[in-house]
Nanobody, 123 residues
């Protein structure tokens, strides 16, 4: 499966963005999906994950209550809604998929990665 992340951009602190992850070449419903992010000079970190059914989700402590992940399997899409953005949310955001029911919070837990979309939170 190929993944394409989009929706990044420049937003002011306190603003919102919605990221999208589009899948092709496979049925996304067969995959757990997660969003990761990587800030300059830092390691890639888990942001949010969703099981292939969509019934189970999880978030990093840093984004709980501000970010929301969901999926539309009929459209082969996964989304990440981000609210109350902070400068420390600035990073390249990646979607990743693995052919399992449950998501992982580890980079090594994924077989497929999108190319990343840059989110910059700045005034």
């Amino acid at each position: 499966v190929q993944l394409q992340a989009s929706g990044g951009g420049l937003v002011q602190p306190g603003g919102s963005l919605r990221l999208s992850c589009a899948a092709s070449g496979g049925t996304l419903a067969d995959y757990a999906v997660a969003w990761f992010r990587q800030a300059p000079g830092k390691e890639r970190e888990f942001v949010a994950g969703i099981s292939y059914s969509g019934y189970s989700t999880g978030y990093a402590d840093a984004v709980k209550g501000r970010f929301s992940i969901w999926r539309d399997n009929a459209k082969n899409m996964v989304y990440l809604q981000m609210h109350s953005l902070k400068p420390e949310d600035t990073a390249v955001y990646y979607c990743a998929a693995v052919g399992k029911y449950y998501y992982s919070d580890q980079v090594s837990g994924y077989d497929y990665w999108g190319q990343g979309t840059l989110v910059t939170v700045s005034s």
